[in-house]
């Protein structure tokens, strides 16, 4: 069922959502499940963190600034969201991939 | 009578006392620079040292001597900037500076205690080294001396990090020493990255990618250190990879001054938000951040500095004639590479374009290959550190524009 949410939402190219204001929790719970991820309180903590940053300033928060600006650990967020935890959660909070670095 | 209060006498800084003494009336502005201490190191060269190309004395100059004699140098750390009150505190005798505007160029330092290991594990600098510091790249420098060989990983923790190139020219460099040395047989060398590649910008990725390839270095890439393991001598990443070592050369998280943090001035990193295209800073108008310590998406480097320096001083201007600053710095980056045997690479780019090859035609000495070993660049990269005493710092003119230019790229 989740599947078909996802044939409503446009991706880009790396299946990151184009609009980020399209995002719902339901597309949230889609991606994650087509990720493999899933989801606990501890997730929804960080992807609902994720998005408020990105209302704020217009760019996901990194993996550094979510770990100080919350209380999930470096080591939690890895164990969250095995991979590459900043990237992952922005996908599945509906944001664009983090721009990182320089 | 006005301020102008610089804080930070590095390459921003002094930049900017040297073109605000030409600029403004000294009837009528007071500059300031403060700066904790006297030596002014020309941080590019810092890379050569563990090679014994450069001593630790031929990148070292006393900070007064590029300080124009109108503008009067504090030597003393500051324990606090007041922004809202317009004042900052001096730990010197409590001193407090009154000031009307104020250019923070405290740029940024590396961190080994942000990293479980590193400096409490027992082998800083012992095994383990940075080549950022006048201390660490000295160290390194006499450890590389009789080196017999063996596993060497150069790793970088995370980024943004200063120079973002330094640790590429540094594996270049190790490679032809180890030649010289008649050892490279000896040593295996690995270079342990966050980044998905060689660069943070895609095709200059692919081609300097190649070039450790050639060079027999290994890269592992999305590498996030979690710990330095020194019982075990493993770098462990925070998925559990590990990278096992005999020398670990480490570029530490990089971040903002602690004086940032103090005054509650900085993001997570202790980079003061700015506007990346006028460089005011988002909270206060009469803030302006030249170089590596503000949050500007662009390599934190000295020529980025530069770059950044008539775009700042002619929005000063502008702000203190009630115009509105221009947004008009463009994320300009320019990088000689220096890549070993006598050659090097020099790459140009922006906000918007990445780093191309083709020509870089530069009056009365270029052109320089873009992206492309030369000798040319070599000697440009040997030829800088005299530019950057002589003309640079004092800011004078140099033959190249702020913004970048597309004329000899090919797209």
Redesign the interface.
Same mark, same amino acid.
């Given at each position: 069922m989740s599947e078909d949410i996802l044939d409503t939402v446009e991706f880009d190219d790396e299946g990151f959502m184009v609009d980020a204001s399209a995002w719902t929790e339901g597309i949230g719970q889609a991606i994650a499940e087509a990720l493999e991820v899933d989801l606990t309180d501890r997730h929804w903590l960080v992807i609902n963190y994720a998005r408020k940053e990105f209302e704020g300033n217009g760019e996901p928060p990194?993996? !550094? !600034?979510i770990t100080?600006?919350t209380d999930v650990s #470096?080591?939690e #967020?890895?164990k969250l969201f095995?991979?590459?935890p900043a990237k992952i959660a922005a996908n599945i909070a509906g944001l664009k991939k983090p721009?990182?670095?320089? | 009578m006005k301020t102008l209060l610089i804080l930070g006498a590095g390459t921003g800084g002094t930049m900017v006392a040297n073109k605000m003494a030409q600029e403004l009336d000294s009837q009528e502005w007071k500059i300031i620079i403060v700066d904790r201490d006297e030596a002014h190191y020309y941080q590019p060269g810092l890379l050569f040292i563990p090679f014994g190309i450069y001593g630790p004395d031929d990148v070292v100059k006393p900070k007064r001597d590029f300080i124009p004699r109108n503008v009067e140098l504090i030597l003393s750390a500051i324990e606090v900037i007041e922004p809202e009150k317009n004042r900052v505190r001096l730990r010197r005798d409590n001193q407090v500076i009154n000031y009307d505007y104020l250019v923070v160029a405290t740029g940024s330092h590396i961190h080994p205690k942000e990293t479980e290991g590193m400096l409490d594990g027992g082998g800083w600098r012992e095994n383990i080294f940075d080549f950022y510091t006048p201390e660490g790249a000295a160290a390194l420098s006499r450890f590389l001396k009789f080196w017999k060989g063996g596993r060497m990983v150069v790793n970088v923790t995370?980024?943004?990090i200063k120079c973002?190139v330094a640790p590429l020219e540094f594996l270049f460099l190790a490679d032809w020493f180890f030649h010289e040395r008649g050892i490279r047989d000896e040593v295996e060398i690995v270079f342990a990255t966050p980044?998905d590649g060689a660069f943070?910008k895609p095709r200059a990725a692919g081609i300097l990618g190649d070039m450790l390839e050639e060079k027999g270095i290994h890269l592992e890439s999305?590498f996030?250190i979690?710990e330095v393991d020194t019982k075990k001598q493993v770098i462990r990443s925070?998925?559990e990879r590990e990278v096992d070592y005999d020398l670990l050369v480490t570029i530490p998280t990089n971040m903002g001054a602690e004086v940032i943090v103090r005054s509650g001035m900085g993001?997570?990193?202790n980079f003061i938000p700015i506007d990346k295209y006028t460089l005011q800073a988002d909270a206060w108008e009469n803030v302006w951040v030249i170089g590596d310590a503000g949050n500007a998406?662009?390599?934190k480097a000295g020529s980025v500095a530069h770059f950044m320096l008539d775009v700042i001083i002619e929005n000063m201007l502008r702000h203190m004639e009630g115009l509105k600053p221009l947004p008009n710095f463009d994320g300009h980056a320019n990088c000689f590479i220096e890549s070993g045997f006598e050659k090097g690479i020099l790459i140009d780019f922006n906000y918007e374009v990445e780093p191309l090859p083709g020509k870089y035609p530069l009056p009365g000495l270029g052109p320089f290959s873009l992206l492309k070993e030369s000798p040319a660049n070599h000697w440009g990269k040997m030829m800088f550190r005299w530019v950057y005493w002589n003309i640079l710092l004092k800011g004078g003119e140099m033959p190249f524009e702020s913004q970048m230019d597309m004329a000899g790229k090919w797209q």
């Open positions: 990194t993996l !550094r !600034r100080t600006q #470096m080591k #967020m890895y095995p991979g590459g721009t990182g670095c320089i | 995370e980024m943004p973002p980044l943070t999305l996030n979690g925070w998925d993001d997570e990193l998406p662009t390599s």
